[in-house]
């Protein structure tokens, strides 16, 4: 599992995904369980700025537990 810094997250913030590939996803806090997927993936971490001017390309449920935690599986 990977671990990112500490860090308080809210409504609306952008999260980093670090994948098992060493690679990031992008995902936005949306209320109600749901982050919306970028649709970028990217072989270092990228400035929230360039992340944006990409689309959501879905949206996932799931709980804020690995965002909290910063554990992702």
Not at 48 to 70: I, L, N, Y
Request: hydrophobic residues 40%; proline residues 7%.
């Amino acid at each position: 599992m990977a671990k990112v810094g500490k860090k308080n997250y809210r409504l609306g913030n952008i999260v980093a995904v670090p994948l098992p590939n060493e690679k990031f996803a992008y995902a936005k806090i949306y209320a109600d369980y749901d982050f919306g997927i970028y649709g970028i993936v990217s072989e270092e971490m990228l400035p929230m700025e360039e992340v944006v001017r990409h689309p959501v390309a879905f949206h996932q449920a799931g709980t804020d537990s690995a965002v909290r935690s910063k554990e992702w599986p």
